[in-house]
T-cell receptor, first 114, second 115 residues
Framework: AQSVTQPDIHITVSEGASLELRCNYS??????LFWYVQSPGQGLQLLLK??????LVQGIKGFEAEFKRSQSSFNLRKPSVHWSDAAEYFC????????????FGTGTRLTIIP | DVKVTQSSRYLVKRTGEKVFLECVQD?????MFWYRQDPGLGLRLIYF???????EKGDIPEGYSVSREKKERFSLILESASTNQTSMYLC??????????????FGDGTRLSIL
């Protein structure tokens, strides 16, 4: 069975600082990987996705993520955060044979301080 | 853009009531999903539907049922609401008309309180 671990429950960074959110997955083959963001009181919005090919994936809002097979990781990064990035971030993994189900991590809440 | 609409943002019901949560998508997606979201637990899949009249249990189906009579609409039913079903409920849909694994698109959620 697939699983996702987001080891950081809550992260606080200063506005303008760089950001890295960690995600580790467990899956027997090459997975499909996703990062979603949830602003307070809202649903989830897709930031980026990885299916195959280039292991560095660019997403919306200036985010990127790197797939590292050897580390079973798919960490999310942003070089300079903005106050509007304060939200909860979810990593998710799906099977690569068309299985519709995703398994989500428990999320990382990001706080931005001025 | 895909639009997934959940009929209520906030809902308050009483213990024992039968509760209906409605979700509509406008992109003719085959797959639809219901999740519940609780602090520290992330999103957990309740039920999903491959297509009209087709459904499959997710990870936590107990106490819930679903209905998909039309492709665009997926309803979650709490047969007899209990206080431990107080939660945020999220609906999602997904297109399968492609070889690549398409992402799920989410609605804004329904925050349900059972008193």
């Amino acid at each position: 069975a697939q699983s996702v671990t987001q080891p950081d429950i809550h992260i606080t960074v200063s506005e303008g600082a760089s950001l890295e959110l960690r995600c580790n997955y467990s899956y027997g083959a090459t997975p499909y990987l996703f990062w979603y963001v949830q602003s307070p009181g809202q649903g989830l919005q897709l930031l980026l996705k990885y299916f195959s090919g280039d292991t560095l994936v660019q997403g919306i809002k200036g985010f990127e993520a790197e797939f590292k097979r050897s580390q079973s990781s798919f960490n999310l990064r942003k070089p300079s955060v903005h106050w509007s990035d304060a939200a909860e971030y979810f990593c998710a993994v799906g099977a690569n044979f068309g299985n519709e189900k995703l398994t989500f991590g428990t999320g990382t809440r990001l706080t931005i301080i001025p | 853009d895909v639009k997934v609409t959940q009929s209520s943002r906030y809902l308050v019901k009483r213990t024992g009531e039968k509760v209906f949560l409605e979700c509509v998508q406008d992109m003719d997606h085959e797959n639809m999903f219901w999740y519940r979201q609780d602090p520290g637990l992330g999103l957990r899949l309740i039920y999903f539907s491959y297509d009209v009249k087709m459904k499959e249990k997710g990870d936590i189906p107990e106490g819930y049922s679903v209905s998909r009579e039309k492709k665009e609409r997926f309803s979650l039913i709490l047969e007899s609401a209990s206080t431990n079903q107080t939660s945020m409920y999220l609906c999602a849909s997904r297109d399968t008309a492609s070889y690549s694994n398409q992402p799920q698109h989410f609605g804004d959620g329904t925050r349900l309180s059972i008193l």
